[in-house]
């Protein structure tokens, strides 16, 4: 497993805590839902103003991609 950014690990850390087994158990896919739910989240938050883009969604993409590597 690469050594993730804090950012990515707390999104990751979250991503273990909010499954139904407990906090010390951990989901194999738990890196690849929650790097869905980035994705999901920056669609969402994205929107055009005069073809503008006024929320930049770029970090969490960043975080998607890191917690996918």
Not at 44 to 62: G, H, I, N, P, T
């Amino acid at each position: 497993m690469t050594d993730l950014s804090p950012a990515a690990q707390a999104v990751l850390d979250a991503a273990n805590g909010a499954q139904c087994y407990g906090p010390d158990d951990c989901l194999n896919e738990s890196r690849w839902v929650a790097a869905a739910a980035l994705r999901a989240a920056a669609d969402q938050l994205k929107y055009k103003l005069l073809d503008v883009e006024v929320v930049d969604c770029s970090q969490l993409l960043l975080l998607a991609d890191e917690l996918e590597a």
